[in-house]
C-alpha cells in the first residue's frame, strides 16, 4: 500500500485527504474519516494518477450533494460543536487533538447512554445492555450477540437526542429479530414511529434533526 496526504478546498474550508493505493481493491472509495479528521480515498494500484485525481472530484460532488447541506459535512465549525443537535461553543476545540476530543465526546455521549438505554430497554421489555462507544467507520450502533454487547459510534454524540434515540431502538429491536425484515421494522416502528425520518436525518448528517417536532 502506497499513502499519499494531499488537501482539498470545500466551501472556504481546507479539509486533508488520505490517499492510499492499494492492490486488490476493485474500486474506488471515498469517505470522510472522522477518527483521522480528513478524507480517505483509496484507489485500485493500476488507476493511472490523473484519473484517479478526475474522480475523486466526482464522488466528493457526490457526497457533498448527499448530504444537501454544505454545513452538514462536518459536526463543528472552528469552536462552534454540535452536541445532542445544538450548536454550543467549546473554547479551544479547533486546537484539541483528535484523542483529546475523542475522550471528551465520549464521556457526553456516556453519560447519556447511562441515562437513556434503560428507559428504552423498559419501553421494549428487553434485557438491559453493556455498551462500548468508539469510532466504528460502517456502522452507528451495533448489536453483538442478541443483546450481549452494544456498540455506538462516538459521532452520535453531534445528533439530537431523537436520532440518537432512534439508533438505540434499532439496536434493541436487533435482541428479538437479527435481520433487517418486514417483522424487524413494524416491532420498531410500534415503539418508535418516526424512525425513518430520524434514519434519513442521520445518514445525512442533520444534527439538528432539522424535521424534529413533526412527530
Ligand atoms: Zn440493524
Do not use: C
Amino acid at each position: 500500500m502506497k499513502v499519499t496526504y494531499e488537501n482539498v478546498m470545500i466551501h472556504g474550508e481546507n479539509f486533508p485527504v488520505r490517499i492510499e493505493r492499494r492492490k486488490n481493491l476493485r474500486r474506488l472509495t471515498l469517505r470522510y474519516d472522522w477518527e483521522h479528521s480528513s478524507f480517505l480515498y483509496r484507489v485500485p494500484y493500476q488507476l493511472s494518477s490523473n484519473e484517479a485525481k478526475e474522480r475523486f472530484h466526482s464522488l466528493l460532488e457526490k457526497y457533498l450533494s448527499s448530504l444537501g447541506n454544505e454545513k452538514n459535512l462536518r459536526p463543528y465549525h472552528g469552536d462552534r460543536v454540535y452536541l445532542f443537535g445544538e450548536e454550543v461553543l467549546i473554547t479551544g476545540w479547533s486546537l484539541m487533538s483528535d484523542k483529546a476530543r475523542f475522550l471528551f465526546l465520549k464521556e457526553k455521549l456516556h453519560h447519556y447512554l447511562e441515562e437513556k438505554l434503560p428507559y428504552w430497554e423498559q419501553e421494549f421489555q428487553s434485557k438491559n445492555h453493556p455498551f462500548e462507544i468508539n469510532y466504528y467507520p460502517s456502522y452507528y450502533g451495533q448489536n453483538r450477540g442478541k443483546g450481549n454487547l452494544l456498540r455506538f459510534s462516538i459521532m452520535l454524540v453531534h445528533y439530537h437526542p431523537r436520532i440518537i434515540d432512534s439508533v438505540i431502538a434499532h439496536e434493541i429491536t436487533h435482541d428479538f429479530i437479527s435481520n433487517h425484515s418486514k417483522d424487524f421494522y413494524s416491532l420498531l416502528l410500534t415503539h418508535f414511529p418516526d424512525y425513518s425520518l430520524r434514519d434519513h436525518e442521520l445518514r445525512t448528517n442533520q444534527y439538528k434533526g432539522e424535521n424534529y417536532g413533526t412527530n
